[in-house]
């Protein structure tokens, strides 16, 4: 059973930094692309970044390109998003998602989601 445990969320000012965390339990070993994506109050869940399974490619949204930073430890089946400079539109709760094909068959599993808000 495979399950996704983000944390390191919380309340930040404009300009600030987080770093966000997502544990990946259950894993048979690291094929899985792994991303992030968010949800804000009234708007659809958006992609954010995306990593592969080696971590070798890398992509972003325009809205945080530059600003945030997604990594892989698969020693540890762990992702980081380092997000920097941050806005009060990143408000949002970010979810870690996993995914992955196999002879033909998609696997994905989402985690519970960790509330970002950027504000005064």
């Known amino acids: 059973q495979v399950q996704l445990v983000e944390s390191g969320g919380g309340l930040v000012q404009p300009g600030g930094s987080l770093r966000l965390s997502c544990a990946a339990s259950g894993f048979t070993d690291s094929s899985y692309t792994m991303r992030w994506y968010r949800q804000a109050p009234g708007k659809e869940r958006e992609l954010v970044a995306s990593?592969?399974?080696?971590?070798?490619?890398?992509g972003y949204a325009d809205s945080v390109k530059g600003r945030f930073t997604l990594s892989r430890d698969n020693a540890k089946n762990t992702v980081y998003l380092q997000m920097n400079s941050l806005k009060p539109e990143d408000t949002a709760i970010y979810y870690c998602?996993?995914?992955?094909?196999?002879?033909?068959?998609?696997?994905?599993?989402w985690g519970q989601g960790t509330q970002v808000t950027v504000s005064a």
């Open positions: 998602y996993a995914d992955r094909w196999v002879l033909g068959s998609h696997y994905d599993y």
């Open positions: 990593i592969t399974s080696a971590g070798i490619n890398t």
